[in-house]
């Protein structure tokens, strides 16, 4: 069996462990043939560097106040923010009502204007962990207001693809922030637009190592948020 998985991971990914890294960005027929159809990741430099994101957003004043009228408190931004002990949302935590059982933990979620969502992100409380992320499309609509510092699409993915995005989201963490190990049902392009992401892939014949399991469902809870 050891060797069959061998054999099957090597036609999936080829002999090499190294993603591929392109230069700049690839056409829609290189990104279709090579990368999408054969399921396989890459990294792509240069491909974003024309977006005023890129030289914008690492400056907190700026997102603050394109995300907030300093003179309106009825104007500024409302964002998703998930709140967790330890930066680990939808993990897999003791059970509370027996540590020796596990349970599915989600995030406690709470809204809240961009500024003092980004000063929780930037000075991580004793009591938990900030991290701005909403999965449903929450680029444009909590944070269209940042719309026009990037492109609406990626033309060469549309094309690849033959569609358009489905869902544009925006993920703001400081270096506590962690995703749990997941499979996703679709095509993503990620974007680091600021800061670093560290990311550990498996590839479509390595799901046997998930070890797929149902655990009891749970949720974090916080009466009161301070900054």
Known sequence: ?????????????????????????????????????PNKPCIISNATLHWPAVSLWSQTDYL???????????DQAMVSVHLTPDGRADALVPHPGNASELCFASAHVERMPFPLALRLISSP???????????NDCFRTEYSRLAPDCEDHI???????????EAVNLWIGNHLSETSFHKDHYENLYAVVS??????????PDFHRMYVRRY????????????
């Open 216 to 227: 009891p469902a749970a949720r974090y809870s916080y009466s009161q948020v301070k900054c």
């Open 1 to 37: 069996m050891e060797r069959l998985w061998e054999e099957v991971r090597e036609l999936s990914l080829g002999s090499s462990a190294e993603i591929e890294r392109l230069e700049f960005p690839p056409t829609p027929l290189q990104f279709l043939r090579d990368f999408v159809s």
């Open 155 to 165: 033309p060469w993915a549309s094309d690849a693809l033959g569609c358009l995005p």
């Open 64 to 74: 603050s106040q394109v995300l907030s009228d300093s003179n309106s408190n009825s």
């Open 195 to 204: 800061g670093q992401k560290h990311f550990l892939l498996l590839p479509p």
């Open 125 to 135: 409380s004793a009591g938990f962990v900030a991290y701005a992320q909403e999965q």
